[in-house]
């Protein structure tokens, strides 16, 4: 008998290990997509759809509501839905602009809801290149879902004409009746529930895919202008750091502010690690010439390039990229001269041009003569500084490093306009 029981036992023990692990009840997913259809939306539609396949929801529904945004951040919103391994409808609650038109396009089925509309993209810049390439993207994903291509086209092109729905010149937008009437729209819906109904899923949990207040803050933070303005804000404390030795705000503002920067922008996936690379190398060949390099030459000017470049690479186009470093530019420049009038006498300024009072500086064109003679800094060397010859001013490059303001040093080469000490004791 106990024999039977503990047989009986291991079947049931055995019936359960088979069962499904983590099974759960199907579930309904929603995911928002309104504003600026930028990297940083794309990053939480990427994340939320993939928590949603991870659950195994049994259907998505993408509400929309965008006046639309950048073409290459809606390409991977839509290149990401037609890789979805869960079925996923689109619902235009209230505008599906530009951008949004065509992520709108991307779902299994369209839902519209009435006084909604969708259409009119037109690109920035409006040259053939984009026209042409950003048409056919349309016309792919309409011909994907089993739409009307041509009036996906007209969306984008204006050059494209369709009888009694839209004239020569002008870019197709379509309201609800009409999305409906042309096929584009599959069906009306006035709510969400109105669409789970109609997709006879009213019996299953809705599950609402919300933005984290860290989302949130990258969404606004990211902003091609608000991202300019945190570069302005690094940029001037770092130029008063530099200039003005003895403070360490300066650094910490302009240090924090330049991860900051980069964070927000790692989240959103505009950034590679050759970017930071690039800009990295740019702030080490700035510094190697104030800090090490005597004047303002190759390195400074490959520094400032090589930091351009990488943000001209961190903003969805050309163009943006362009006005905003502009901007940033400008802003840097007029704080640093506001600072270097209040601060001159600073020690880059020191490393990087003569003081304004050159009547103390060796005039003597032969340098040659300075070869072995002894002075005393009368600033930090870093290795850069200045020191003092017999009551004259040299600049001069110390050979192994940092010497400190006052310590005595000697001269020990004398390369055309670059002059080596080396630093000596009390009793040399």
């Given at each position: 008998?106990?024999?039977?029981?503990?047989?009986?036992?291991?079947?049931?023990?055995?019936?359960?290990?088979?069962?499904?692990?983590?099974?759960?009840?199907?579930?309904?997913?929603?995911?928002d997509l309104a504003g600026t259809i930028n990297n940083a939306e794309f990053a939480?539609?990427?994340?939320?759809?993939?928590?949603a396949e991870a659950a195994g929801a049994e259907l998505i529904i993408l509400k929309?509501?965008?006046?639309?945004?950048?073409?290459?951040?809606?390409?991977?919103?839509?290149?990401?839905?037609?890789?979805?391994?869960?079925?996923?409808?689109?619902?235009?609650?209230?505008?599906?602009?530009?951008?949004?038109?065509?992520?709108?396009l991307a779902g299994e089925r369209m839902y519209v809801a009435p006084g909604s509309?969708?259409?009119?993209?037109?690109?920035?810049?409006?040259?053939?290149?984009?026209?042409?390439?950003?048409?056919?993207?349309?016309?792919?994903?309409?011909?994907?879902?089993?739409?009307?291509?041509?009036?996906?086209?007209?969306?984008?092109?204006?050059?494209?004409?369709?009888?009694?729905?839209?004239?020569?010149?002008?870019?197709?937008?379509?309201?609800?009746?009409?999305?409906?009437?042309?096929?584009?729209?599959?069906?009306?819906?006035?709510?969400?529930?109105?669409?789970?109904?109609?997709?006879?899923?009213?019996?299953?949990?809705?599950?609402?895919?919300?933005?984290?207040?860290?989302?949130?803050?990258?969404?606004?933070?990211?902003?091609?202008?608000?991202?300019?303005?945190?570069?302005?804000?690094?940029?001037?404390?770092?130029?008063?750091?530099?200039?003005?030795?003895?403070?360490?705000?300066?650094?910490?503002?302009?240090?924090?502010?330049?991860?900051?920067?980069?964070?927000?922008?790692?989240?959103?996936?505009?950034?590679?690690?050759?970017?930071?690379?690039?800009?990295?190398?740019?702030?080490?060949?700035?510094?190697?010439?104030?800090?090490?390099?005597?004047?303002?030459?190759?390195?400074?000017?490959?520094?400032?390039?090589?930091?351009?470049?990488?943000?001209?690479?961190?903003?969805?186009?050309?163009?943006?990229?362009?006005?905003?470093?502009?901007?940033?530019?400008?802003?840097?420049?007029?704080?640093?001269?506001?600072?270097?009038?209040?601060?001159?006498?600073?020690?880059?300024?020191?490393?990087?041009?003569?003081?304004?009072?050159?009547?103390?500086?060796?005039?003597?064109?032969?340098?040659?003569?300075?070869?072995?003679?002894?002075?005393?800094?009368?600033?930090?060397?870093?290795?850069?500084?200045?020191?003092?010859?017999?009551?004259?001013?040299?600049?001069?490059?110390?050979?192994?490093?940092?010497?400190?303001?006052?310590?005595?040093?000697?001269?020990?080469?004398?390369?055309?306009?670059?002059?080596?000490?080396?630093?000596?004791?009390?009793?040399?």
């Open positions: 008998m106990i024999k039977k029981v503990l047989f009986f036992c291991l079947l049931i023990l055995v019936f359960i290990a088979f069962l499904p692990a983590g099974s759960k009840a199907a579930s309904v997913y929603q995911v939480f539609l990427d994340s939320a759809l993939t928590e929309i509501n965008s006046l639309g945004g950048y073409v290459d951040p809606a390409l991977k919103i839509r290149d990401r839905i037609f890789k979805l391994d869960v079925p996923i409808v689109t619902f235009v609650s209230g505008r599906a602009w530009s951008a949004a038109a065509l992520i709108a509309s969708i259409g009119a993209a037109e690109t920035r810049p409006q040259e053939e290149k984009y026209i042409s390439a950003l048409r056919k993207e349309f016309s792919a994903t309409a011909e994907k879902r089993g739409k009307n291509k041509m009036i996906a086209e007209a969306m984008v092109d204006a050059d494209l004409s369709i009888p009694d729905l839209i004239a020569a010149d002008k870019l197709l937008t379509l309201t609800a009746a009409e999305a409906l009437r042309t096929g584009i729209a599959d069906a009306e819906a006035v709510d969400l529930q109105n669409v789970i109904n109609q997709e006879s899923l009213a019996e299953m949990e809705l599950i609402t895919i919300k933005k984290s207040n860290w989302e949130k803050i990258i969404a606004i933070l990211s902003t091609p202008y608000l991202s300019g303005l945190i570069l302005i804000i690094a940029f001037s404390a770092l130029i008063f750091e530099v200039l003005t030795p003895g403070f360490a705000v300066g650094g910490t503002i302009g240090s924090l502010a330049l991860l900051l920067f980069f964070a927000i922008h790692i989240a959103t996936g505009s950034i590679s690690v050759g970017i930071i690379a690039l800009f990295v190398l740019g702030i080490l060949l700035i510094m190697a010439e104030v800090f090490i390099i005597p004047g303002f030459g190759v390195a400074g000017i490959s520094g400032i390039v090589a930091i351009a470049l990488s943000l001209f690479y961190i903003f969805p186009n050309p163009t943006i990229a362009l006005n905003v470093m502009a901007v940033v530019a400008v802003f840097t420049i007029v704080f640093a001269v506001v600072i270097f009038k209040k601060f001159g006498s600073s020690r880059l300024w020191g490393n990087i041009a003569l003081q304004t009072d050159s009547s103390s500086y060796f005039s003597s064109s032969n340098k040659k003569e300075l070869l072995h003679r002894k002075g005393h800094a009368i600033t930090d060397l870093r290795p850069a500084g200045i020191i003092e010859v017999d009551q004259e001013k040299v600049d001069v490059i110390s050979e192994g490093g940092f010497i400190e303001k006052g310590q005595l040093v000697k001269i020990i080469a004398v390369n055309g306009s670059k002059i080596k000490v080396r630093k000596i004791e009390e009793e040399e």
